[in-house]
C-alpha cells in the first residue's frame, strides 16, 4: 500500500525560461526586501532591484555569499539585516546563497541562535516572505526545506532542516545557468542527478517521489554532457534545470543516503566543492549499495542510457559504469587521489560519514565502519568494482 | 524545448492513510475556524472539532452543501460567516464542498460579489487560511485553483479560476473514502481519470504535467474497479486517491478539453452529476479526438491496460473501448438515453458547450458544431465508433 507522506513545497514555483521576470510580482505586497546575491549575477539582477526601487520599495543588497557557507559567514550577515529589518528576503544564485538567505529568513529576527537551530525541527516559525532563485541545476535549494552550514572548528558540515526553511516562491529560469563554467555545470549536475538517484533508491522511498526521480534522473543523463559541450544550449539547460528542480523535490520527503553522508567530510575537513565530492563518491557508494536495491538501480540504469544485462544485476552494474562515464566525460575527478586527499585521511572520513546518521539510516545497504573505509579506499584509487 | 511553467499549488499536501489527523496542527495559530462540511461526514470530523474547541479555538460548522452549487446557495452561506469573521476556513467533502469553501474563503469579507469573480483572474486576494479534505477519489478541488457554479436561470456551469482559491493546506485521507457508495466512487473516479487523459492529451499539455497525468491515469485504470468490488480495501482507495490527487494536480496549470465543456450542459440543464456527465461523454469524445494526438491516446491506452495494435491508431482505439469497460463494470451509465436526455435536447447542448471557450481552446482536436453534434448523437445512443 502506498503510504502517508507529507509534501512540504513552495507553493509558487516559476519554472522555464524566462522566469526570472516574474520576481517583482511575486513581491508586490512587500516593502522591504533584502537580497542576498551571488556576486557573478548581479548584473542580471540589477533591472529587476531597479524596477522594485522605482515602484517605492526599499532595497538593500548583500554579495557576501561564501561557498560551502561556514557558521561565521551566516553570523555575518545577520546583524545588517536585523538593522534593515525586512518583510522579504530573496535569495539568488547557487546553493550556498539560497541555503544562507534561507537562514537569515528564520534568523534575524534574533528569536533563535544559530546553534539552537541546527538539526531537524527546530526552528521556530519565519516572519517574512521568502523567495529564491537558483542560477544552478543544481543543489535542488531553491525548494527544499535544508540549509547546509559548514562548522569549520568540528570540520564537519552541519544541516538545518525544517519547514520554515521551504520558500514561499522558488524560480528555476534557466537563463541564470548559460554563463554557468563547465565545471561548475559538471559538478552541480551530479549533485543534482545523485539527489534523485538517492532518493530512488532510498530505504524509505515513497512512489510519489519515485515518479520525479527517476524522471529527474532521465532529464540529468540525457542533457548534463550536452551543456557541457555547449554552455548556451537553452534547450539542454532547461532540461538540467527541470532535472534538478525533480531532484529538489525529492529531497524534503525522501532525502539523500550514503553518499551525501560520505561527502560531507570531504568538504568539512578538505574543501572539496559538494557537487564534486558527490560525483567522485557515487559510482564506487552505487556499486557498494547494488545489492541493497536491485530492481530499483536496474531502472536507474536503464533512465541513465545503460546497456540492459542479463539480469538486474549486471543492468544495474552497467548503471554505475554508465554513471562514472558521465561524469569522467564531464570532467570532473575520478579518485580521492585526483583531488589530493590522502589515504590517510580515510579512517577519520569514515568515522565522521558514520555519524551523519540522518543521511546513513536512508541507504538501502547498512555501511559499517570497514564498509565506509572500502568505499573510500576505492575511490581513493579510483577503482569501481563489481561486489 | 519544455516550455515555461507556474506551477501553484497548496505549501503542504497531507497524503495518505490517518493524514486526517493533522487538521489541528494546520489550524494552530487560528482562533475562529469555519468548517463546511458534507453531511454524511460529519460524524468522522467531530472529534476533530472537540479537540479544537478543547484547545480554546471558536468553531463554526455548516453542512449547507447543495450539490452542483447553484449561485444561490453560495450567496446562502456568505451571510453568516461574514457574521462570524473566520480567520480558517475549511472546506470538508467532494467537489461541491470544496468549492462552496474556496468561494467563502474569498468572499465572505464582502469586499468582491459572486458575480465580479466570475472567469479567470478576478480575484482580488485571500484574507484567511484556506484548508481542503476531500471526501472522494475525486474532483481534485483540493489542490486547484477552480470552483464551479451552476447558473440555474442561464441553466450554465460557470468556473471562477484563479490562484487565491488554491488552499494552503490540501488533506488527502483515502480512509475517509472507504464509506462512499459504489456509485459516488464510480462517478467521481470516472472524473479523475478524465482529467488526467484530458491533460496528457491537451493542446497545451507540459512535460511537467504529463508525467502526474500518465501515473494518475495508470493507478486509476488500476483501482477503481476494486474499489468498486470492496469499498473497503484501503490499498486500493490509496492508490485511487493519489491517481485523483495527480489529476487535481493537472487542473490548474494545463486542465481539461472538450469532455468537460461537453458535459457542463448535461450538468446545467439535466442535473446529472459532474462526474457521470464526464464519464458518459469521455469515450465519445476521445474517439472524436484520437487523430488529434495519436501518439498520446496510445500512451493513454497502454497505461490503463488496452492491447497494444500494430499501430497507434489501432492502440489508441483499443484505448477508447477499455475506457468503456471500466466505466462499464464501474456501473456508470453508457449513453445520453440511459440519463433520460432527449435526443431533441442535442442542438441547444452542442451549442452551449461551445460556449465553454476557456475547455474547449485546449482540445487536441479543434470541436465545431457540427462536430459537438455528431459526439452528443453517437453519446445518445451509446455508438463508440472508429472515425
Redesign the interface.
Known sequence: ???????????????????LS?LPFHLKNQNRIFFLVDAPILARIDPLISELKKSGKTVLVSTEVVPEPPLEALEILLAPVRAFSPDAIVGVGGGSAMDLAKLVSVLFDGKQKTQDVIGIGKVSGRGVRLVTVTTTAGTGSEVTPIAVLTDTQAKLKKGVVS?YL?P?VAIVDPNLTLSLPAAVTAATGMDAMTHCIEAYTNKHAH??ID??AI?GTRLIAANLERCIRNGSD??AR??MA?GSLYGGLCLGPVNTAAVHAMAYPLGGTFKVSHGVSNSVLLPFVMAFNLSGNLKKYADIALAIGAAKGHDDEETAFNGVLKIRQISNACGIPQSLKDLNIPESAIPEMAKAALLVTRLMDNNPRKVELKDAEAIYLKAYHGRVERE
Open positions: 500500500m502506498i503510504a502517508p507522506l507529507t509534501l512540504n513545497v513552495p507553493s509558487c514555483i516559476e519554472f522555464g525560461s524566462g522566469k516574474t519547514q521551504i514561499d512512489p510519489i515518479n520525479l524522471e537553452l534547450d532547461t532540461s527541470l
